[in-house]
T-cell receptor, first 113, second 114 residues
Framework: DAGVIQSPRHEVTEMGQEVTLRCKPI?????LFWYRQTMMRGLELLIY????????DSGMPEDRFSAKMPNASFSTLKIQPSEPRDSAVYFC???????????FGSGTRLTVV | SQQGEEDPQALSIQEGENATMNCSYK?????LQWYRQNSGRGLVHLIL?????REKHSGRLRVTLDTSKKSSSLLITASRAADTASYFC??????????????FGQGTRLTINP
């Protein structure tokens, strides 16, 4: 298995633009997580899915953020409109089940100018 | 909000020495996990210890868990330059519904000097 695959690796966009981050989890993993990492706030859980259903989105900072998981092999995190304070590294991770280690993707480094 | 807090924030040692990092957390947990992150990369799962376990080993890694003190430690023996990375503890502060949700600490930045 190629692991958790995220795209793009880097994204630079202008304030106000829509940004879409993509994630392909490991086949057979029932849980998918979106995290954001910044120097100031560390790793923050934004949202997670179980069997493609959003379970907890309490970490999504604002209505500008939305996430979908249309099937077991694909998820997107969308920011519309983007703002400079959204600049961070966004990680996707997947896991078999509760109480199991996560496999992280390589992350998407987002810069909003 | 941060559930786990690592100590120290940064640690620099000589190659071959042992490195110890500590993690404290606030609420009851089901398990505690340790991850490594190399600069510019994603996190890599190292080891998981359940709340009913006190110690676990994996290669050069040794993890202890003291649920009465709500603390854990990660020991890396015979350190190597390749161990240079940030190390994070993570706990599943499970909500009442029992769903999974890992919360990460701020990490310890470990530097191994040759």
């Amino acid at each position: 298995d190629a692991g958790v695959i995220q795209s793009p690796r880097h994204e630079v966009t202008e304030m106000g633009q829509e940004v879409t981050l993509r994630c392909k989890p490991i086949s057979g993993h029932d849980y998918l997580f979106w995290y954001r990492q910044t120097m100031m706030r560390g790793l923050e859980l934004l949202i997670y899915f179980n069997n493609n259903v959003p379970i907890d989105d309490s970490g999504m900072p604002e209505d500008r953020f939305s996430a979908k998981m249309p099937n077991a092999s694909f998820s997107t995190l969308k920011i519309q409109p983007s703002e400079p304070r959204d600049s961070a590294v966004y990680f996707c991770a997947s896991s078999f089940y509760t109480g199991y280690g996560y496999t992280f993707g390589s992350g998407t480094r987002l810069t909003v100018v | 909000s941060q559930q786990g807090e690592e100590d120290p924030q940064a640690l620099s040692i000589q190659e071959g020495e042992n490195a110890t990092m500590n993690c404290s957390y606030k609420t009851s947990i089901n398990n505690l996990q340790w991850y490594r992150q190399n600069s510019g990369r994603g996190l890599v799962h190292l080891i998981l210890i359940r709340s009913n376990e006190r110690e676990k080993h994996s290669g050069r890694l040794r993890v202890t868990l003291d649920t009465s003190k709500k603390s854990s430690s990660l020991l890396i023996t015979a350190s190597r330059a390749a161990d240079t990375a940030s190390y994070f503890c993570a706990t599943d502060a499970a909500p009442p519904k029992g769903a999974q949700k890992l919360v990460f600490g701020q990490g310890t930045r470990l530097t191994i000097n040759p």
